[in-house]
């Protein structure tokens, strides 16, 4: 089997898909900004289950660089390009964001191109679909697009959007042999193998720890880690995958107060402390005077968006948990890695 270049190994999509490579039977090679970070790659890994041997290898190479990006796709029949910036809080520029974004994905695939590749599978989001305009009745799908400019998108939004038209437009002007394929995935919850895990998680954390007093009317789209690896690798290989776009969604999308009420169900005592007080959207504002990340969520209160999957299920066969079993999962996995507040890890 071919060698396959997974970029930004220590992330919560990329170590699910380098996971799943390995049990394949795949060679991989996967990026890591420094040196120091493979034994952290290796760590998250190991907690989930990977038989380590020959077949894993790293390079070195920094989105926001030249350097290292030929010797990372050099030999690669396919690459996952998983990798993408996200600031520890609010840029107080939006380009700090959406320049690495946009660039990064550009030097990819430019080498990529130059390597042989045959195959790249961009990491995108539901950010470049479904935001910037009115909610609609009917879900959102692949021919949806974000308008970057609408009112309330935000840096992450933007640079999300912005990243993959430039893919795309890549492709169309000077990609030559190379193919494209792009995910758009929609908030990832599923196990956590570490400390490096999606703003979804985050969400969880703050949920069974407590430490959200309430609810503000949010509504998301969820699915499981697991899928949207599968999903990347169905991409990888599948003819019909060739030039398109795939939303990874499990199901409808669900409030906070929804995903609340699963916890509490599912997780029994460890869910003592998740609020289900859902927030009047005119405290959400008060609070947001003096928060800026509160501030960015906005535009999103009260609006119930959908979208659809049918077009992944459709073209390659692909088959999601439920909503409730990616939330469970995501809330069991913290628990057992002594994530939580006043939480130990699970012995044995």
């Known amino acids: 089997m071919g060698t396959i270049l997974v970029t930004g190994g220590s992330g919560f999509i990329g170590s699910h898909a380098i996971l799943q490579l390995l049990a394949a039977g795949y060679q991989v090679r996967t990026t890591v900004r420094s040196a120091k970070r493979e034994a952290d790659v290796r760590a998250l890994l190991k907690t989930g289950g990977a038989e380590f041997s020959d ?3 790293f390079a070195v190479a920094d989105l926001e660089h030249d350097a290292g990006w030929r010797d990372a796709v050099a030999g690669c029949e396919y690459v996952l390009h998983v990798a993408s910036p996200v600031p520890p809080g609010v840029p107080k520029n939006e380009d700090e964001l959406i320049i690495p974004a946009r660039d990064g994905t550009l030097r990819v695939l430019r080498a990529a191109r130059d390597a042989g590749v045959r195959r790249v ?29 609408g009112r309330g998108t935000t ?4 640079s999300k959007t912005i990243a993959e038209r430039a893919a795309w437009d890549f492709i169309a002007r ?22 490096d895990y999606s703003a979804s998680i985050l969400l969880v954390k703050h949920m069974m720890d407590g430490t959200i007093p309430g609810l503000p009317q949010l509504y998301f789209g969820i699915v499981d880690v697991r899928d949207v690896a599968d999903l990347h690798i169905r991409a990888m290989t599948d003819p019909n995958a060739k030039g398109e776009r795939l939303i990874a969604a499990a199901g409808d999308f669900m409030s906070l107060r929804d995903i609340a009420m699963v916890l509490k169900r599912r997780m029994g005592k460890a869910a003592a402390k998740v609020p289900t007080r859902q927030l009047p959207n005119w405290l959400v504002r008060i609070a947001a005077l003096r928060d800026p990340a509160i501030r960015q969520i906005l535009p999103e209160l009260g609006k119930i968006k959908n979208g659809s999957s049918e077009k992944a299920r459709r073209l390659l066969g692909w088959a999601p948990r439920s909503n409730e079993d990616a939330i469970t999962a995501t809330a069991e996995s913290l628990l057992r890695l002594g994530l939580l507040r006043d939480s130990a890890p699970a012995r044995g």
């Open 121 to 149: 599978v961009l990491t995108s989001s539901f950010a470049a679909i479904g935001y910037g305009y009115k909610p609609q009745q009917t879900p959102f799908d692949e021919t949806n697009w974000t308008d970057p400019n």
């Open 174 to 195: 000077e990609g030559g042999q190379l193919e494209l394929s792009v995910i758009n995935p929609v908030g990832v919850f599923g196990p956590v193998l570490g400390l």
């Open 55 to 57: 077949r894993l290898s």
């Open 155 to 158: 840096a992450y939004v933007k």
